[in-house]
T-cell receptor, first 110, second 117 residues
Framework: GESVGLHLPTLSVQEGDNSIINCAYSNSASDYFIWYKQESGKGPQFIIDIRSNMDKRQGQRVTVLLNKTVKHLSLQIAATQPGDSAVYFCAEAGYSTLTFGKGTMLLVSP | GAGVSQSPSNKVTEKGKDVELRCDPISGHTALYWYRQSLGQGLEFLIYFQGNSAPDKSGLPSDRFSAERTGGSVSTLTIQRTQQEDSAVYLC???????????????FGAGTRLSVL
């Protein structure tokens, strides 16, 4: 079946740096993507979404970029804080549910 | 309620026993999802409810797994004759129902950590 995957399993950054988490998807027909953040012991928390008719969407300190040509999605976190330490998942919307990638762990050092 | 609530938060059981996991979705959310998350892995879709019916149960790994939802609210995931490979975190999510269902943001509970000894 189609899959969604991440390039980097772990990303370590210093507090204040910008972080970029990448995700590749394989279904060229996919038209909706979501990024979730999961802290230890908690369920995934919605961060930001993007539809395929957009290339970029910005939230508070976060930006999602979508490159449909190469089927690539990225999440940029500006001025990364220790509280951003978590596992980040991209997810691709099928008809009735989401297909999640394996996740990238972001470690932020003070 | 304020968020998706799952119980118990942790469950330890012996191989061969049956377990029931409960999910209380956000009030008013008609769609409810169950996922399984193994250690260090992504989320594996199990089943999706729209109201009390389950249009998509394609992710249930075997006939030992079943789920029901009553009153369009609470859902129970049942695993019969548990095996060690069933050990995982079972996550529930709910969403509103607008347009194509998968485009509605899913809100997750904290999960039930199941350990089968």
């Amino acid at each position: 079946g189609e899959s969604v995957g991440l390039h980097l399993p772990t990303l370590s950054v210093q507090e204040g740096d910008n972080s970029i988490i990448n995700c590749a998807y394989s279904n060229s027909a996919s038209d909706y993507f979501i990024w979730y953040k999961q802290e230890s012991g908690k369920g995934p928390q919605f961060i930001i979404d993007i539809r395929s008719n957009m290339d970029k969407r910005q939230g508070q300190r976060v930006t999602v970029l979508l490159n449909k040509t190469v089927k690539h999605l990225s999440l940029q976190i500006a001025a990364t804080q220790p509280g951003d330490s978590a596992v980040y998942f991209c997810a691709e919307a099928g008809y009735s549910t989401l297909t999640f990638g394996k996740g990238t762990m972001l470690l932020v050092s003070p | 309620g304020a968020g998706v609530s799952q119980s118990p938060s942790n469950k330890v059981t012996e191989k061969g026993k049956d377990v029931e996991l409960r999910c209380d979705p956000i009030s008013g959310h008609t769609a409810l999802y169950w996922y399984r998350q193994s250690l260090g892995q992504g989320l594996e879709f199990l089943i999706y409810f729209q109201g009390n019916s389950a249009p998509d149960k394609s992710g249930l790994p075997s006939d030992r797994f079943s789920a029901e939802r009553t009153g369009g609210s609470v859902s129970t995931l049942t695993i019969q004759r548990t095996q060690q490979e069933d050990s995982a975190v079972y996550l529930c999510a709910s969403s509103q129902d607008r347009g194509r269902i998968a485009k509605n943001i899913q809100y997750f509970g904290a999960g039930t950590r199941l350990s089968v000894l």
